[in-house]
């Protein structure tokens, strides 16, 4: 089916699957500029375009894991691997611009000849399956599933949800064909009436590009709605204030991550407000201790040395004299910081 495809492109098909990989392998970034249409088209206000946001972005990011988690599941083959395997076998397809292996090697007066110089140009022809191309580079991951139709899929799925309405009225014109790297002399206009539209569009592009089989496609999309309504689920947990991340997580671990056979410890401990030992500090302004009373004997220590230390510092003629200088030059220095303050008013 995959080489009937490609010997059989529309300009249209091939202007779609290229619409749809204009960001590479994700389509991420287009989706994130598809809700900027959104928004804008239904005059959305910032707190409403903070929960849309999230929602179309979360819906994303859950696709790619359960995408990448699923191709590395299966790890299938891409059709790029499946045909070439082909061998020898002729085959009748879509083959890309190209120049002549003379071009290629000669010397730049072997190119200035016009023999040399003419390029044969994309289209149908026939080729040793060995040597087939698809129209759009194959990513270098496994196949199933389509990517781009578990992401698209979500991001629809989520959309409608959060707007409350399947429209999404959108229409894109392309003009060139850049793989081709020709004009197109009728522009094709691309339209997708709905989100779920949109979504097809995307999934089926992989197809008529060359990189997924068709059921790459029929379950990424399935996958991706599934994925999109968990996402409004849990987007809407956060924003009515019911949401608990930290059970999620916790339901998520199992052993050797997690160990516990019994839900309550053998010896539960309880703790009351009420209980405990009962203190009050004060401090003078020297920084020392004014006043503990606890009820343990480890205060009563703390207590009884303290007071020691204060007794021998008081009867220490070296540290008397020491504590009148201090208050001395105290003294003075306040004297002085008052007649500036005068100074300043």
């Known amino acids: 089916m ?71 599941a299966y790890d299938y083959v891409r059709p790029i691997t499946a045909i070439r395997a082909l061998g020898d076998t002729l085959i009748s397809a879509w083959r890309p611009r190209s120049l002549t292996e003379a071009l290629a090697y000669s010397t730049p007066a072997a190119k200035a000849d016009a023999e040399y110089a003419v390029a044969v140009p ?22 199933y599933i389509s990517g781009h139709s578990a992401f698209t899929a979500a991001w629809a799925r989520a959309m409608e949800l959060a707007i409350g309405k399947p429209d999404f009225n959108f229409h894109a014109t392309v003009r060139r064909l850049y793989v081709e ?17 949109a979504a097809e569009a995307s999934g089926i592009s992989r197809i008529w590009g060359g990189v997924h089989w068709p059921a790459d496609n029929e379950s990424g999309q399935e996958l991706g709605r599934k994925v999109g309504e968990n996402a409004w689920q849990r987007a809407q947990q956060f924003v009515v204030g019911t949401a ?20 309550m410890s053998d ?70 910081r008052d007649n500036n303050s005068r100074d300043w008013l």
Request: proline share 8%; hydrophobic share 40%; glycine share 6%.
């Open 2 to 72: 995959l080489i009937k495809t490609s010997g059989a492109l529309t300009d249209a098909q091939k202007a779609e699957a290229e619409y749809w990989g204009i960001w590479g392998m994700a389509p991420a970034p287009q989706l994130i500029e598809m809700t900027k249409f959104v928004s804008n088209t239904n005059a959305l206000r910032l707190d409403d375009d903070v929960k849309l946001f999230f929602v179309a972005s979360n819906a994303i990011f859950d696709a790619s894991i359960a995408a990448w988690d699923a191709k590395y």
């Open 122 to 143: 994309a289209g149908l022809g026939e080729a040793p399956a060995a040597d087939w191309e698809p129209y759009v580079p194959t990513p270098p991951f496994p196949g």
């Open 181 to 197: 790297q020709r004009e197109l002399a009728q522009p094709v206009t691309l339209s997708y009436p709905t989100f779920a539209a």
């Open 244 to 263: 608990s991340p930290a059970t999620a997580v916790f339901a998520a671990l199992h052993p050797p991550f997690w160990f516990h056979d019994n839900e």
């Open 267 to 336: 010896n539960p401990a309880h703790f009351e407000a009420a209980s405990g030992p009962r203190s009050r500090l004060a401090a003078r302004r020297s920084g020392r201790l004014a006043e503990h009373r606890g009820r343990c004997d480890a205060c009563r220590r703390i207590r009884a040395e303290t007071q020691d230390q204060s007794d021998r510092r008081s009867a220490d003629p070296a540290v008397g004299r020491h504590r009148t200088e201090r208050k001395i030059a105290s003294r003075s220095l306040r004297g002085v």
